[in-house]
């Protein structure tokens, strides 16, 4: 199957800092990419989508000025976590479309703690 | 929207027993139903998709159905292992809708007792 990355798969960071982290396609290219977050216990919440070459289309209650999505090319984006704080701990999974499929493959995910 | 929920939310049974789990969706435009297995720590994987014109597929010992009438599928894994622990996903969604977004079940943890 498709293989997504991500980087880094886990990091610490200080309260009212900026953490990135990369969603990769190591096999395939995909115009159209999620972003999900997860707490500990529960499902996953889409947090936004993207295409390729447009703005990301956030969910309700997700801030698109604090959460920064960039759609770099067919096989990388980006989430930018800014001004982290405690309650933005948490498992940050991306997941990617190849183009004319409806499979989604995830990434291994990333796990953000803030402290 | 689609609105998912999935039963049981936990399930133990012992090694080499079977294992149900059942996915309700509200969209009856829902044409693509996968269901997801996640690790501890680790994305979900996709383990088995089964689309709106089949009713079953199977892939060794796993096997999915769906009751297109009844706005339901389900995941049923045979001769269980250890490995098989984990937390269970179903995702249904509607393909035409251009979004690919998903929405997830609850979850189903399932734990295989050796």
């Known amino acids: 199957g498709a293989v997504v990355s991500q980087h880094p798969s886990w990091v610490i960071c200080k309260s009212g800092t900026s953490v990135k982290i990369e969603c990769r396609s190591l096999?395939?290219?995909?115009?159209?990419m999620f972003w999900y977050r997860q707490f500990p216990k529960q499902s996953l919440m889409l947090m936004a989508t993207s295409n390729e070459g447009s703005k990301a289309t956030y969910e309700q209650g997700v801030e698109k000025d604090k959460f920064l999505i960039n759609h770099a090319s067919l096989t990388l984006s980006t989430l930018t976590v800014t001004s982290a704080h405690p309650e933005d701990s948490s498992f940050y999974i991306c997941s990617r479309l190849p183009a004319g499929t409806d499979t989604q493959y995830f990434g291994p995910g990333t796990r953000l703690t803030v402290l | 929207g689609e609105n998912v929920e999935q039963h049981p939310s936990t399930l133990s049974v012992q090694e080499g027993d079977s294992a149900v789990i059942k996915c309700t969706y509200s969209?009856?435009?829902?044409?693509?139903f996968p269901w997801y297995k996640q690790e501890l720590g680790k994305g979900p994987q996709l383990i088995i998709d089964i689309r709106s014109n089949v009713g079953e597929k199977k892939d060794q010992r796993i096997a999915v159905t769906l009751n297109k009438t009844a706005k339901h599928f389900s995941l049923h894994i045979t001769e269980t292992q250890p490995e098989d622990s984990a937390v269970y996903f179903c995702a249904p969604w509607r393909s035409s809708s251009n979004t690919g977004k998903l929405i997830f079940g609850q979850g189903t943890t399932l734990q295989v007792k050796p």
């Open positions: 096999d395939f290219q995909a115009t159209t």
């Open positions: 969209d009856s435009a829902s044409n693509y």
